[in-house]
């Protein structure tokens, strides 16, 4: 199946900083990517859709300039987290589509803010 | 909106016995819905992908059924093992090909 790599796997940052998620389709372009967001035992929440080439479509409540995102490729977007607080502290996956059908979803990135 | 619903208390069957998990939706008309496993600290892994037009499809040990009129997918795992436990996630693919996953329902098969 089709491989999406999500990096870091793991970041810790300082209340303030910013932090860059990069999720790359390994084996396959994709035009449309998604980033959600995990709470424990919850469901993923979507924050945003991410289109190759154009302006990515953020859901209702979600900050567009809180959570910068990126498709500058048909490879590779990127997620980031600006002025970042404590209760920005999550589970971020990334998805790409795989011929408009199957989302293939990256391995996840654990937040934590201090 | 929406409204997508998967039984959170834990399903806990005894190996080689039939687990069936239950998706719920209310609000929608999706084209498609599919199902996903996720482990502890990892993305979701796609499953399998049911249309509206099927009522069932199956994969090695996997069958799902999709009823449109009860709004409904069941989700079975056959000859259960200990290596399926997980949790199952049902997701809803709506405009746009946006997916929008139910809370999803943990699975413990035990030897």
């Known amino acids: 199946g089709a491989v999406v790599s999500q990096h870091p796997s793991r970041v810790i940052c300082k209340s303030g900083t910013s932090v860059k998620i990069e999720c790359r389709s390994l084996d396959f372009q994709a035009t449309t990517m998604f980033w959600y967001r995990q709470f424990p035992k919850q469901s993923l929440m979507l924050m945003a859709t991410?289109?190759?080439?154009?302006?990515?479509?953020?859901e209702q409540g979600v900050e567009k300039d809180k959570f910068l995102i990126n498709h500058a490729s048909l490879t590779l977007s990127t997620l980031t987290v600006t002025s970042a607080h404590p209760e920005d502290s999550s589970f971020y996956i990334c998805?790409?589509?795989?011929?408009?059908?199957?989302?293939?979803f990256g391995q996840g990135t654990r937040l934590t803010v201090v | 909106s929406q409204k997508i619903e998967q039984n959170s208390e834990a399903l806990n069957i005894q190996e080689g016995k039939t687990a069936t998990l239950t998706c719920n939706y209310t609000?929608?008309?999706?084209?498609?819905l599919q199902w996903y496993r996720q482990d502890p600290g990892r993305g979701p892994v796609f499953l399998l992908l049911i249309r509206e037009n099927e009522k069932e499809k199956r994969k090695e040990r996997l069958k799902v059924t999709f009823d449109t009129t009860l709004k409904q997918s069941l989700f079975h795992i056959t000859a259960s093992q200990p290596a399926d436990s997980a949790t199952y996630l049902c997701?809803?693919?709506?405009?746009?090909?946006?997916?929008?996953f139910g809370s999803g329902t943990k699975l413990n098969v035990k030897p």
């Open positions: 998805s790409a589509l795989f011929r408009n059908t199957e989302a293939f």
């Open positions: 991410s289109n190759e080439g154009s302006k990515a479509t953020y």
């Open positions: 997701a809803l693919v709506g405009n746009f090909n946006k997916f929008y």
């Open positions: 609000n929608y008309s999706p084209a498609y």
